[in-house]
């Protein structure tokens, strides 16, 4: 959609923003329009930094008035660039990121603009943490409203799962609150079908004793040793208590991290437990089956451990993802996981494999849109670089892994690490994603909250 932008439209809007509104010809604006991943370029007619609930309903009030598109963004880390729209209203929830701790309780409330940071920084002088993800300036709200997937997943479910409450302002500028006794429908579609139903400008977390440290850390393999940690791998993760969550990574590192120019694959591991030495007897026992090449072992401040990972993905580069879950770790899944490992000599792209069950897997089908409660593994493919020359060769080595994994898939796709293809090999179908009944659901609740579709920068659910 497009309307007669000019500057009268621009003070308009700012007249009815207590927070700043950056237009295109204001200084700050490429910066105020930047995404974390740099092939997302668009341009909206304004960016509007919100200063509470009142910017929010007022920002989506005049982008409908003046038919505008309106995305909204957390974060901004989002690989598909739904925080951003061309010749439209960006809605930036950044300035809003209070967390508040109730240690008694065991919650913590959490504004929509939070990054995991910030959490973290809140929850850790309690002894406390909010099952959140892997890269600390990932946005809260949208890793929440797609799943959340980290290092306590095993142990206490996503991010998802440990939503109490939210608040938020819907299409018609109403502030809602979603629990289990007010909107449930609601809380339930909020727990993994995206941003279809609102502004979430608060969210209620359970929290869960932890730290200040945990025992966590890397094994380190060459690619001559990959098969045998697979192998060991794919043994150990059979009968691991739930505590122990592990997320296998095969990269070349950047320079940064000081770990030479050669594909390697990281066996990283958190336990989550004060049961130090059950946890250490876990780590020798896969030590014992397939001896890394180098380790980094012992006790390490949560909030660092949560912040391990940034250096693989910062902010500004170019990034294309595909995913999928899969059940075994047997001789033609570990062929296709080594020879594109193999394959993959250049710094920037890499691909995780998240170990699941224990406390994700017990959460029934049904009580959240996330998909597929039975995953034994769930695969990322997070391709990035930096020279847009490259763009099209990493792009089509991502899609060729995607290709490869598609006999092991186990069905269904995790919304957060899936990329903006409308069309294509692998393009997101929510119906397909969420499975039938669910997508049902989804679509009664978008009608009840967003009969206009209002918010559709997203893996859109439309209401018809």
């Known amino acids: 959609m497009s309307t007669t932008w000019s500057m009268h439209e621009a003070e308009d809007l700012r ?35 919100a200063a509470g609930d009142a910017d929010v309903a007022a920002t989506i009030a005049f982008a409908r008035r003046h038919g505008l598109d309106l ?24 300035d809003l990121t209070q967390v508040t701790v109730d240690p008694q309780a065991g919650t913590v409330r959490v504004q929509g603009g939070a990054t995991l940071k910030d959490v973290d920084a809140a929850t850790a002088p309690h002894d406390l943490a909010v099952p959140i ?8 709200a949208g890793l929440t409203l797609g799943g959340g997937v980290g290092w306590l997943t095993r142990a206490h479910g996503l991010t998802a799962d440990n ?5 938020l302002v819907t299409a018609d500028g109403t502030t809602v609150v979603a629990s289990d006794t007010e909107n449930p ?49 794919e043994e150990w993760t059979r009968d691991l208590p739930d505590a122990m969550t592990t997320i296998t990574t095969t990269t070349t590192p950047p320079p940064m991290m000081e770990m030479g120019d050669q594909p390697l694959l990281l066996v990283g591991f958190a336990w989550a437990s004060p049961d130090r030495a059950l946890g250490e007897s876990l780590v020798e026992r896969l030590r014992r089956a397939a001896p890394p090449d180098a380790e980094e072992v012992g006790d390490v401040a949560w909030v660092e451990w949560q912040s391990a990972f940034d250096a693989l993905v910062p902010k500004g580069v170019r990034a294309y993802w595909r995913n999928t879950s ?11 996981l080594v020879r594109r490992g193999q394959e993959q000599t250049w710094v920037g792209t890499a691909f995780d494999v998240h170990h699941l069950g ?10 959240t849109p996330f998909p597929n409660r039975a995953a034994r593994y769930w695969l990322n493919v997070y391709g990035f670089w930096t020279d847009a020359a490259d763009d099209d060769d990493r792009v089509a080595f991502v899609r060729g892994f ?44 978008k009608r009840r909250f967003d009969p206009e579709n209002v918010f559709r920068i997203n893996h859109n659910i439309p209401p018809a």
């Open 185 to 233: 429908d609601l809380l339930w579609a909020l727990k993994g079908g995206g941003g279809n139903f609102g502004v979430v400008t608060s969210f209620t977390f359970r929290a869960y004793p932890l730290g200040p440290t945990v025992l966590g850390g890397n094994f380190v393999y060459g690619a001559d040793r990959w098969r045998e940690a697979w192998h060991a791998l």
């Open 326 to 336: 899969f059940d075994r770790l047997d001789d033609d899944v570990i062929d296709v």
């Open 133 to 140: 993800g892997v890269v600390s300036g990932t946005g809260v």
């Open 15 to 49: 007249s009815r923003i207590q927070g700043a509104v950056v237009a295109a010809d204001d200084p700050g604006y490429d910066a105020a329009r930047a995404l974390w991943n740099a092939m997302i370029d668009r341009r909206p007619l304004a960016v509007v930094r």
């Open 358 to 367: 224990g406390a994700y897997g017990r959460v029934a089908e049904d009580a």
């Open 402 to 445: 995607s290709r490869d994994m598609e006999p092991f898939a186990t069905g269904g796709q995790y919304v957060n690490f899936q990329g903006a293809e409308a069309t294509g090999h692998r393009a997101l179908d929510p119906a397909v994603t969420f499975g039938p009944e669910k997508y049902r659901r989804l679509v009664e609740v």
């Open 163 to 167: 939503l109490v409450a939210a608040e």
């Open 71 to 94: 995305a909204v963004r957390s974060g901004g880390h989002n690989v598909a660039g739904n925080g951003s729209v061309d010749d439209g209203i960006v809605l930036d929830l950044g």
